[in-house]
Nanobody
Framework: QVQLVESGGGLVQAGGSLRLSCAASGITFSSCGMGWFRQTPGKESEFVAAISGSGSNTYYSDSVKGRFTISRDNAKNTVYLQMNSLKPEDTAVYYC?????????????????????WGQGTQVTVSS
């Protein structure tokens, strides 16, 4: 049974930092591209960041580039999202997702429909 379990969300003031973790089980983790998405009520899921299976390639949305860092530890089957300089508009439920054997073609990482497994989400709230 595949499980992705996020943790690390919470309430933080603007300008602060949080580190999200996503622990995976039931999958060959190093063969999966991993992504972070976020969603607010009434809006579609938004791509945040992604990382290749080896960790050698990372991708970010323009809205978080330079502030967020995605990383992974394949020995621990865990992907991280370090979020710095948080803004109120970063408030959302954050989800991690796994894509089995990604093609690594153009745009492999940005569409939520391309991911096979999802976590339950963790709430991030940034106060002004």
């Amino acid at each position: 049974q595949v499980q992705l379990v996020e943790s690390g969300g919470g309430l933080v003031q603007a300008g602060g930092s949080l580190r999200l973790s996503c622990a995976a089980s039931g999958i060959t983790f190093s063969s999966c591209g991993m992504g972070w998405f976020r969603q607010t009520p009434g809006k579609e899921s938004e791509f945040v960041a992604a990382i290749s299976g080896s960790g050698s390639n990372t991708y970010y949305s323009d809205s978080v580039k330079g502030r967020f860092t995605i990383s992974r530890d394949n020995a621990k089957n865990t992907v991280y999202l370090q979020m710095n300089s948080l803004k109120p508009e970063d408030t959302a439920v954050y989800y991690c997702a796994a894509q089995r054997f990604p093609s690594y073609g153009l745009g492999w990482y940005s569409g939520p429909g391309k991911y096979h497994y999802w976590g339950q989400g963790t709430q991030v709230t940034v106060s002004s």
